[in-house]
């Protein structure tokens, strides 16, 4: 006997109504959950997309945020290079001056030297000239010219005190 409400090709059994009701639920329940599948792969693009967005504008204000540091460090550098440049030029005038300095020191005392030696030579030959002068006055005085002579020179010498 065949079921008018079973599809031509379908084979009818007993409880085929219930299994059609459970054919049904399930099918329902499928297309419920290829739907709820079909929304979660939506919403996994859509999170996806949304993540994307979002890493490209944290690349974009890490980028910014790192051209702004490094410009900053750069030009800190840059003040820093040029303060010592700066320092540079003055100690290298500071270097030159020092140097004019020594050299004219150095012939300072290279002039030093030279009057010192020559004041030395100068001092050696009077103390020649005054030791052989003192030899010359020791002569005389041991002389007997000037041992006889020596009364004379008193009373001259007497004489022109009481002038």
Known sequence: MKN???PSGAISCPG???SDALLADRRGEYDRLQQAYADLL????????????MHARQQATFERELSQALIAVREQGDARLSRLQDEVRSLEVA??????????????????????DRSTAEREALAEHVARLEKVVE?????????????????????????
Not at 42 to 53: F, L, P, T, V
Not at 143 to 154: D, F, G, H, Q, V
């Open 4 to 6: 008018s409400s079973v």
């Open 16 to 18: 085929g109504e219930q």
């Open 95 to 116: 270097l030159e001056q020092a140097q004019v300095l020594r050299r004219h020191e150095t012939d300072e005392l290279a002039r030093l030297i030279e009057d010192r």
């Open 42 to 53: 939506a919403e996994r693009d859509q999170i996806r997309k949304s993540a994307r967005a």
């Open 139 to 163: 002569t005389y005085v041991n002389s007997a010219s000037w041992k006889i002579t020596a009364p004379l020179r008193r009373i001259a010498s007497v004489l022109r005190r009481g002038a």
